[in-house]
């Protein structure tokens, strides 16, 4: 009966996770590579011209953004099955979802030349400047918009299933422990994680379709106008709250496996549970952050904007990854590529925490808002933050449910990965630092070095994600299909 | 200059971050018991806790004295320039200034969203704001050396985005 790493779910679960992540890896390749072809356009190495760059700006952030969320999905639904009653069907429909509005989107981008930015901000859609029309905006805006419909059924069906299952939200995200009304430990971290998540993609997703919806409208009727800083506040906070929840679901496979790795448990104690809360909380009104510019803005919405990003660290730096490396100290743990992984995860989450609060500070943010600065934060802790976990979690499957062993190739990528990650992010922001702007197609000349540079460990990021995928789809198909991890107690028949 | 600082600040706190992780996988060999590292483990947890707070809160009471979007007291009326963004370029209302104007930046947009981000000499940035269509954000700034600055576009507005440029000429 398996071991002490197997997850206890039905096997046709574990088989759902097979193609949305073997996509994920293929799309994250391919989206990789298109960073690096925007990085050796910026360098002046090869001349694709201004408008192919900015489609490929706009494709990689889609991309990136929908396919590491649809990953996490597949993290957060894998382990949530030990918990809840969840259907099957629905989040198969995210996945057809997902596709529909992935095709529409890269008709929009390729076949009519949609180049509006992932951040689609109003009114720019509709008012392109001669590159493209309105088919392009409306199949691209359509294309999101399906999308994001498919997200939100399925967090509504997570809902469904844990307030089912808990009685309320405020009971998962442990509302009785923390006020002391019920002694002990409260619902799993997994289950607060999820709760949280629920709850922000659920109102991201709500804005975001209702400002899509817009959008739209306003590209077949011109006189129906959208106040433009309303339209940019909606988009944000869309886009944030989407954007982060990627680690919030990635981070489920930490609370889950680096227990079953260091042989200690990893509760949810209060502390955990105040953390999740916050998180709750920062994550839905810190959106203001990306407004700092914006100084029509009220000015104690700026300010809060500085603040409460500086206090959005603290559930992560006081309680996840302190909780990680408490888990991990003299624990014996038995490193593996998997749990290389997730440990890297917290590593990135934490130091990608680092620039992001330094650039929420609004004298800061003055001289560097969307200036390269700004993607080399997050990339750093989208890259080697919520890939990781997904990667871990990928490296997990293989080994435990497809009999996958490590390799030395394997030990080899994991390295170049991460200090090839670091090489590319701390590239972006020494760009940011020397003022050189984001989303500029072609860079002066004072500019250039650090693009090339950064397209070398780019080109390397690429080389050993490219060694991981194809580890994963080599031992895919095993997943869900070994008897040895077929619990007795679930499958009867088997 | 904020640049260097954040900079500086960025590979400090980084190496810091480092270090710690590669400390913890250096001692992650030998089993002892979770009790043991759980006691110690809360007891540094609050501390780490109390320097975080102490640091955030530092660092905002320093930090939000001095915010560009309020006038400086004591620097006398400023300067009123209004600039409008438009893809793809800039009409400023007055292109030569000299050292010493202490600038009030009234930008705004006719079409889309675009950035209004002044560049010095030396090609770094000395202030920005978002131009938006329909609304007016004002930033100040003071002029204290001389030279050519440029004004660049750093909000993504479509294809000619990093065409938009002005010069701006400030004299002696
Ligand atoms: C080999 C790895 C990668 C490379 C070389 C790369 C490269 C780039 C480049 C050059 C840009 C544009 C920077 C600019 O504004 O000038 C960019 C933007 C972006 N990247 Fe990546 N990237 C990589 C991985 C990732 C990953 C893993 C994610 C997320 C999961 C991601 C998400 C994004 C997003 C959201 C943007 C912003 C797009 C926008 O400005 O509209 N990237 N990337
Ligand atoms: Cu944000
Ligand atoms: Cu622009």
């Given at each position: 009966?398996g071991?002490i790493?197997t997850?206890?779910i039905d096997t046709s679960?574990?088989?759902?996770v097979?193609?949305?992540?073997?996509?994920?890896g293929v799309?994250?390749?391919?989206?990789?590579f298109f960073g690096?072809?925007?990085l050796?356009?910026?360098?002046?190495?090869?001349?694709l011209?201004?408008?192919?760059?900015?489609?490929?700006l706009?494709?990689?952030?889609?991309?990136?953004?929908?396919?590491?969320?649809?990953?996490?999905?597949?993290?957060?639904w894998?382990?949530?099955n030990?918990y809840l009653?969840?259907?099957l069907?629905?989040f198969?429909m995210?996945?057809v979802?997902f596709?529909?509005?992935?095709?529409?989107v890269?008709i929009g981008?390729?076949s009519?030349d949609?180049?509006g930015?992932w951040?689609f901000?109003?009114?720019?859609?509709?008012?392109?400047?001669?590159?493209?029309?309105?088919t392009a905006?409306?199949?691209?805006?359509g294309?999101?918009?399906i999308?994001?419909t498919g997200?939100l059924?399925?967090y509504l069906?997570?809902?469904?299933?844990?307030?089912?299952?808990?009685?309320?939200?405020?009971k998962?995200?442990?509302w009785?422990?923390?006020?002391?009304?019920v002694?002990?430990y409260?619902p799993a971290?997994a289950?607060?994680?999820?709760t949280?998540v629920?709850?922000?993609?659920i109102t991201a997703l709500?804005?975001?379709?209702?400002?899509?919806a817009m959008?739209l409208i306003?590209?077949?009727?011109?006189s129906?106008?959208?106040?433009p800083?309303l339209?940019?506040?909606?988009?944000y906070?869309?886009?944030h709250?989407?954007a982060?929840?990627?680690?919030?679901?990635g981070?489920?496979a930490?609370?889950?496996?680096l227990?079953?790795y260091t042989?200690?448990p990893?509760?949810g104690?209060?502390?955990l549970?105040?953390?999740w809360?916050?998180?709750?909380?920062?994550?839905?009104i810190?959106?203001?952050?990306?407004?700092?510019?914006?100084?029509?803005?009220p000015?104690?919405?700026?300010?809060?904007?500085?603040?409460?990003?500086?206090?959005?660290g603290l559930?992560?730096?006081?309680v996840?990854?302190?909780?990680?490396?408490?888990l991990?100290?003299?624990?014996?743990?038995?490193?593996d590529?998997?749990?290389s992984?997730l440990y890297?995860s917290m590593f990135?989450?934490?130091?990608?925490?680092?620039?992001?609060?330094?650039d929420?500070?609004?004298?800061?943010?003055?001289?560097m808002h969307n200036t390269k600065?700004?993607?080399?934060?997050f990339h750093?802790?989208?890259?080697?933050?919520a890939c990781?976990?997904?990667?871990?979690?990928?490296?997990?499957?293989?080994?435990?449910?497809?009999?996958r062993?490590?390799?030395?190739?394997?030990r080899?990528s994991?390295?170049v990965?991460?200090?090839?990650?670091l090489?590319?992010?701390?590239?972006?922001?020494?760009s940011g630092?020397?003022?050189?702007p984001?989303r500029?197609a072609?860079?002066?000349?004072?500019w250039?070095?650090a693009?090339?540079?950064?397209a070398?460990f780019?080109?390397?990021?690429?080389?050993?994600?490219?060694?991981f995928?194809i580890?994963?789809?080599?031992y895919?198909?095993?997943?869900?299909?070994?008897k040895?991890?077929?619990?007795?107690r679930?499958?009867k028949?088997? | 200059?904020?640049?260097q600082a954040?900079?500086v600040?960025?590979?400090?706190?980084?190496?810091?971050?480092?270090?710690?992780?590669?400390f913890?996988l250096m001692?992650?060999g030998?089993?002892?018991e979770y009790?043991k590292v759980?006691?110690?483990g809360?007891?540094?947890?609050s501390?780490?806790?109390?320097?975080?707070?102490?640091?955030?809160s530092?660092?905002?009471y320093?930090?939000?004295?001095d915010l560009?979007?309020e006038?400086?007291?004591?620097?006398?009326?400023?300067?009123?320039?209004y600039?409008e963004?438009?893809?793809?370029?800039?009409e400023?209302?007055?292109e030569?200034?000299?050292v010493?104007?202490?600038?009030a930046?009234?930008?705004?947009?006719s079409?889309v969203?675009?950035?209004f981000?002044l560049?010095?000499?030396?090609?770094?940035?000395?202030?920005?704001?978002q131009a938006m269509?329909e609304?007016?954000n004002?930033?100040?700034?003071q002029?204290?050396k001389?030279?050519?600055?440029?004004?660049l576009?750093?909000?993504?507005?479509?294809?000619a985005?990093?065409v938009?440029?002005k010069?701006?000429t400030?004299?002696?």
């Amino acid at each position: 009966m398996g071991n002490i790493l197997t997850v206890w779910i039905d096997t046709s679960r574990k088989r759902s996770v097979v193609f949305p992540l073997s996509l994920t890896g293929v799309v994250l390749l391919l989206m990789m590579f298109f960073g690096v072809l925007m990085l050796l356009e910026q360098g002046n190495v090869i001349e694709l011209g201004a408008g192919m760059f900015y489609k490929l700006l706009t494709i990689h952030g889609t991309g990136m953004i929908g396919i590491a969320a649809l990953a996490g999905t597949a993290v957060m639904w894998y382990f949530l099955n030990q918990y809840l009653d969840l259907k099957l069907g629905i989040f198969i429909m995210n996945i057809v979802f997902f596709l529909i509005g992935v095709t529409m989107v890269l008709i929009g981008i390729f076949s009519y030349d949609f180049a509006g930015g992932w951040t689609f901000l109003y009114p720019l859609p509709a008012i392109s400047g001669g590159m493209w029309g309105q088919t392009a905006a409306a199949l691209y805006l359509g294309g999101m918009l399906i999308i994001g419909t498919g997200f939100l059924l399925l967090y509504l069906e997570f809902s469904r299933a844990i307030i089912k299952e808990y009685g309320s939200f405020a009971k998962s995200l442990g509302w009785p422990q923390i006020l002391g009304i019920v002694k002990g430990y409260g619902p799993a971290p997994a289950i607060a994680a999820g709760t949280m998540v629920c709850i922000v993609n659920i109102t991201a997703l709500i804005t975001g379709a209702a400002i899509l919806a817009m959008s739209l409208i306003n590209l077949y009727i011109p006189s129906f106008t959208i106040d433009p800083l309303l339209a940019k506040n909606m988009i944000y906070a869309f886009g944030h709250i989407f954007a982060n929840s990627i680690i919030y679901m990635g981070v489920i496979a930490v609370y889950e496996l680096l227990p079953r790795y260091t042989g200690r448990p990893w509760k949810g104690s209060k502390a955990l549970l105040i953390a999740w809360n916050m998180s709750t909380l920062f994550t839905v009104i810190i959106y203001p952050h990306h407004l700092l510019m914006d100084f029509v803005m009220p000015k104690w919405m700026l300010i809060l904007g500085q603040v409460l990003s500086y206090a959005n660290g603290l559930p992560v730096l006081v309680v996840t990854a302190y909780g990680a490396l408490l888990l991990v100290y003299r624990s014996g743990i038995k490193w593996d590529i998997a749990s290389s992984f997730l440990y890297l995860s917290m590593f990135g989450w934490v130091i990608g925490v680092v620039p992001a609060i330094v650039d929420a500070t609004i004298v800061i943010n003055h001289v560097m808002h969307n200036t390269k600065w700004v993607p080399g934060h997050f990339h750093m802790y989208m890259g080697l933050g919520a890939c990781a976990m997904i990667i871990g979690f990928m490296f997990y499957l293989t080994k435990v449910e497809g009999g996958r062993q490590d390799n030395r190739l394997d030990r080899l990528s994991l390295w170049v990965f991460i200090v090839a990650f670091l090489g590319l992010t701390g590239s972006f922001l020494f760009s940011g630092k020397v003022s050189a702007p984001r989303r500029w197609a072609v860079h002066f000349q004072e500019w250039v070095p650090a693009d090339i540079i950064g397209a070398l460990f780019g080109t390397l990021v690429t080389l050993a994600f490219l060694a991981f995928v194809i580890r994963f789809i080599n031992y895919a198909s095993n997943i869900g299909r070994m008897k040895s991890n077929v619990d007795p107690r679930i499958e009867k028949h088997g | 200059m904020y640049q260097q600082a954040a900079w500086v600040i960025t590979l400090l706190l980084s190496a810091f971050v480092i270090f710690i992780f590669l400390f913890v996988l250096m001692k992650s060999g030998r089993r002892v018991e979770y009790s043991k590292v759980q006691a110690k483990g809360y007891f540094l947890r609050s501390i780490w806790l109390v320097i975080l707070l102490v640091g955030f809160s530092t660092a905002s009471y320093y930090t939000l004295k001095d915010l560009p979007f309020e006038r400086a007291e004591g620097k006398g009326a400023p300067l009123d320039v209004y600039v409008e963004a438009v893809q793809f370029g800039f009409e400023v209302s007055e292109e030569k200034l000299q050292v010493g104007d202490y600038v009030a930046f009234h930008v705004t947009s006719s079409d889309v969203n675009h950035g209004f981000g002044l560049y010095d000499e030396n090609m770094n940035i000395v202030a920005q704001t978002q131009a938006m269509p329909e609304y007016t954000n004002t930033v100040y700034y003071q002029f204290e050396k001389p030279g050519t600055y440029t004004i660049l576009c750093l909000e993504y507005c479509g294809v000619a985005h990093h065409v938009m440029s002005k010069e701006i000429t400030v004299t002696k």
